[in-house]
Nanobody
Framework: QLQASGGGFVQTGGSLRLSCIAS????????MGWYRRTPGKERELVAT???????NYADSVKDRFTISRDNAKNTVYLQMNSLKPEDTAVYYC?????????????WGQGTLVTVSS
């Protein structure tokens, strides 16, 4: 189970910080990350971070967004700066874990980010 928060309305150039707390089947969490979807488009990767701190960003958010995580709290964050209207989307958090050789993926319910021009 994932609980995301921090979405909202912001003007161009503003900042928001998203948080996502994992609970329940959290044993063996490896990758935690953020994805987003806008109407009419496929869900796309925003940023992911492995337990060993390997990070991957979409080109469109590099140098503006920062992903971080607190493994002790099973929480992942996304600091979003210099927001643009094209960042408007529903943002979803996700984590994967490996239990008994089975890779599982868990998605949050999404939080809406709206950036006005």
């Amino acid at each position: 189970q994932l609980q995301a928060s921090g979405g909202g309305f912001v003007q161009t150039g503003g900042s928001l910080r998203l948080s996502c707390i994992a609970s329940g089947s959290t044993f063996g969490i490896n990758v935690m990350g953020w994805y987003r979807r806008t109407p009419g488009k496929e869900r796309e990767l925003v940023a992911t971070m492995t337990r060993s701190d390997r990070i991957n960003y979409a080109d469109s958010v590099k140098d503006r967004f920062t992903i971080s995580r607190d493994n002790a709290k099973n929480t992942v964050y996304l600091q979003m700066n210099s927001l643009k209207p094209e960042d408007t989307a529903v943002y979803y958090c996700k984590y994967t874990n490996l239990v008994n050789g089975v890779l599982n993926a868990f998605w949050g319910q999404g939080t809406l980010v709206t950036v006005s021009s």
